[in-house]
């Protein structure tokens, strides 16, 4: 069960002094790594194993800097100070057992107190330590297989968290449980970071541990400082893998955001798509919260008619997350009942890259629309005859004066497939309208000062202007796929 | 259905308010119309009551070069936020137009903001100006700051005062502005 060997005490013997416990020096032995998670006896039996090893090689000792491993080891040794003559190694061999109760230089105790079984109720499978990182960094440089922390705590506690909770230990599992730990004292080996790598401490720490060359760790002192305290653990978060809901929604209010709206903290119109389709959601699957995305999008004063637009939801944190098919659909008839403003259809479970998928191929799709149109001058049905007849007409659109507050300025050119218009009276028809996505049918009507060329004013060489417009048959998205109706 | 007897509001009355700035810098007449969109971005267009529009003048020239170091036509923004765009206060000129009878008038800002664009059609069509100064025939927009976008009007005339300072003028006089230099 033990891999310790013989060639491997010099180092653990400097592992000790240096201040690391029984576990971190089986983690930089690289024991446990093929083998099952280590034993807690095992712990007992490395110590039995050092004494015996330590009283064969009394006198041997001394040596200051690199001992003789094989080619795959390294141990980066500096001259530091803790005790390495030989006055230290024959006492050393005394003071194994208060080794244990000094606090482990490498893990900060991690690995010490907070794997006994009183600890075990709060914790489980993921774990997760930064400041760790750079004090194992530092304490064996080129060594890619040393045991990490977290791997070493997972293995030491999980039997016993599944033990207490009755449920079996997975390593791809739904259910996450993070166990955090915080230590002020080293709070200030990140400034080490900081000074040594400005560039690459911003984005997150971790990326800056690994981004910097070992080089750069011969300044942190090894073995690191002894630290007084033990850090304290953190309290422990459960969290379990969102869950992804998809289908189509309709839009049938002319007086309904598809988002919030909200400017400077004030809300200014009740209620959102969003919220209507989420509400049930929330709390059937009792979750936390929600991302909402869709195929494109709509103005507040234009309905969605026809198929419905695609739409994916994330619930975060659900509490509640298997649902059969009768369950789901039972959902959507709670969302269509609460609301007669939308209609959700083809509701369904999904994976995460559903959420992905709405986004995609965004520019290339057609979109249909129906809109009414006021025109200035009188009309008669013939006036209306050359709209049939045009196909693919291109048109540039700078960026409408409406959003170009929050957009930038450019100019768009997009197409128009095909129209077709149908005489209401003198001053009105409907048109209905094949475009590329991306258009901006409002500007296309009324011109916007101009800017939309051509644009249907030109066109019909009077002023016109859009009473209504109406979202037809969507975008073609393959997910989610049409269920039978009802 | 709406008859057509019924004026439908057109875009501009639906989603710009109409502010005005009358004699712009003492000149008689020289009125401006700035559209006010409900984000805060504005259109700067000739008044109907400007010379310019008036007794069916013809434009011989439009000018966006105001200084030897400044034309409105270099102007460029970029990004969101319109990086690069010159920052125009009241009085800022944007460009100057003659008209066939050879007098010439300047355009100005009226508020403060950042210069987004100019028109640039009635470069090519000056009609577009004489015809419909209030659409396709507009001069600049400008996007004031954020922290000054209700301010902005506090120099401003609301379209009831607009038309009161116009009445009042033709009551006074039965020709108000044509000849004036």
Known sequence: MLSLKEKDSPIVRKLLDAGCCARCVLRFCCVGVTLHPPHPLSFKYSLSFLSEADGEQSHGAAEQTQTEDPPCKKLKLDSAPVGQDGSSEASAAHTEPNVQSEICVACLGVLQDFCDLSYTKQYSIMFYCFLLCIREKSMCLDKEDVVQVKDAFKWAIQGMVGKELGTPVLTNSLFEVSVGFTHPETEADCHFLATTCSDCFKPTKNKAVSALWCSHFLHYPCPPVRPASKCTPLDTTCLHTSVFIAGRYNKFSRELPQTPWVIDGERRMEGSVEELIADPLLSSFRADGFNFSSSGREDVDVRTLGNGRPFAMELLNPHRAKFNGAEVRQLQEVINASSDKIRVRDLQIVTRDAMGRMKEGEEEKTKSYSALIWTKKAITNSDLDFIANIKELKIDQKTPLRVLHRRPLAVRQRVIHSMSASYLDTHHFRLQLHTQAGTYIKEFVHGDFGRTKPNLCALMESEVDILELDVEDSVYVPLPTTLDDL | ?181
């Open chain 2, 1 to 181: 259905m709406e008859e057509a007897e019924k004026k439908a509001p057109s875009v501009t009355d639906r989603y710009y308010t109409r502010w005005y700035k009358t004699d712009m810098k003492g000149k008689p007449c020289e009125d401006h119309c700035i559209l006010q969109h409900s984000n805060r971005i504005c259109v700067i267009t000739l008044a109907e009551s400007h010379p310019i529009l008036q007794n069916g003048r013809k434009i011989k020239s439009i000018n966006y070069r105001i200084s030897d170091g400044c034309s409105r036509l270099n102007n460029k923004v970029s990004g969101k936020s319109k990086r690069g765009g010159q920052f125009l206060t009241e009085f800022a000129p944007l460009c100057r137009i003659t008209c066939t009878d050879n007098i010439e008038y300047t355009i100005f800002s009226c508020i403060r903001g950042r210069l987004l664009e100019v028109n640039e059609d009635i470069l090519k069509q000056p009609d577009l100006l004489l015809e419909k100064p209030s659409t396709e025939g507009y001069i600049a927009v400008i996007l004031p700051k954020l922290e000054e976008s209700k301010s902005i009007t506090n120099g401003l005339l609301t379209r009831q005062q607009y038309e009161e300072v116009v009445s009042k003028r033709t009551a006074q006089q039965p020709k108000p502005c044509r000849d004036q230099p």
